[in-house]
């Protein structure tokens, strides 16, 4: 199977009101968003287990996925972020087929995870890429489809022929 095409495909930002900006994006971009509180969730933070809970919102401008974060309560690598830059954009995520090879690659590179962990099925990890990069990565691994036997594309961009 061929490597999944490489692009920034999610944007993420941290804001203090994410139905409030959730609000203006959708104005702005003329594209809804969908508010969500989380339920809790347990994430690594710098090696450590921490427990968390957000609210989200997701919105899609010309195929780039917009998520606005924030964190009702716990640590968090965006509570580091707000701490500080303030509001502000904190990452940028990359769909991967395998995660667990980003990560490697990294390390390989001296770039170790801020934090890590998994929500739905869908792992995900920041990766401490501000000095190489000026900005935060996020390798995103969707779940894999169970048992298809046909080719399958990205769950975020269906292709029609």
């Keep these: 199977m061929g490597r999944m095409e490489r692009k920034i495909n999610q944007v993420g930002i941290v804001v203090k009101d994410a139905a409030r900006a959730a609000e203006f994006y959708q104005r702005a971009l003329g594209v809804p968003f969908q508010v969500m509180d989380r339920p809790k969730e ?12 957000m609210r989200t919102a997701f919105g899609n401008a010309a195929g780039l996925q917009v998520e606005l974060i924030q964190v009702l309560e716990g640590r968090t690598a965006h509570v580091e972020f707000m701490e500080s830059h303030g509001e502000g954009i904190h990452h940028f995520g990359i769909y991967v087929e395998d995660i667990e090879a980003e990560i490697e690659a990294c390390a390989k590179q001296g770039i170790g995870v801020i934090s890590r962990g998994e929500f739905l099925g869908v792992k995900w990890a920041y990766v401490d890429s501000v000095a190489s990069a000026g900005a935060v990565f996020e390798f995103i691994e969707m779940p894999k489809p169970r048992a298809r036997r046909a080719k399958t594309e990205p769950a975020t961009s269906p292709k029609h022929d």
């Design 42 to 53: 347990t994430c690594q933070l710098h090696g450590k287990e921490s427990c968390f809970q």
